[in-house]
């Protein structure tokens, strides 16, 4: 949120972490789905690569997922609308853990997603960077996988409170981080729910020295959106 942008791990340590999962990578240049092992990033142009395990990654969660939980879902007219029954299943097993999701659509009608050009120094909060070069895609008639997590209100320093969702499609193309989507057939959900974490922090003096006690509410707000 504050715009320190430099990797301080690589792609193939990430890896080493889970198995699925979302972030960003050096300069944010673009959109991070970890799936199946495998780390892809969407370019701000909409396509996906996979990742080179020298690329650098300045903020990542990865987990190794457990098919702890599994509902399905129907007639999704929109992301908040799937967000709700998500919240809905988490506010009944525990909203303060953290969970991730996956859910593998067969279908959807519609899928739109955002990524962010680089970043060049110095470097602008993210607020004001996706301001100028957010660039938005819609995606029509496609299948594809949301990776998701959720973290718990009093974790809000930590990381964005809620739901923050990205999505690749089944053939690994296109995707980006998750602003809307709109699917009918029925689909499962599946959550991990995750009692414990490790945190990893960079070393780097601009991180050492940053102002992380202020109130983020309102930045991430408008970055998830």
Wanted: aromatic fraction near 10%; include cysteine.
């Amino acid at each position: 949120m504050t715009g320190n942008y430099d990797g301080y791990i690589s792609v193939a340590e990430l890896r080493s972490y889970g198995n699925i999962g979302l972030g960003t990578f050096e300069r944010v240049d673009g959109e991070m789905i970890v799936l199946d092992g495998a780390v892809f990033q969407a370019k701000a142009d909409g396509n996906v690569v996979v990742a080179d395990d020298a690329v650098m990654v300045p903020f990542a969660v990865a987990t190794h997922f457990d098919d702890d939980i599994r509902f399905s879902v129907e007639n999704v007219g929109c992301l908040d609308s799937l967000m709700d029954r998500m919240s809905d299943i988490v506010d009944a097993r525990g909203h303060n853990f953290i969970y991730a999701v996956r859910i593998d659509v067969s279908s959807c009608d519609s899928v739109k997603v955002r990524s962010v050009l680089p970043q060049q120094k110095p470097y602008k909060p993210l607020a004001e960077a996706l301001e100028t070069d957010q660039r938005e895609h819609t995606l029509r008639n496609v299948g594809g996988t949301i990776v998701g997590v959720y973290f718990p209100a009093y974790m809000g320093q930590l990381n964005a409170p809620g739901w923050h969702c990205h999505f690749i499609t089944a053939d690994r193309s296109r995707g980006g981080h998750l602003l809307d989507i709109a699917f009918a057939a029925k689909t499962d959900v599946r959550l991990d729910l995750t009692p414990a974490f490790n945190l990893y922090l960079p070393e780097e003096e601009s991180f050492a020295n940053a102002d992380l006690a202020r109130d983020f509410s309102s930045e991430i707000e408008s970055v998830e959106k």
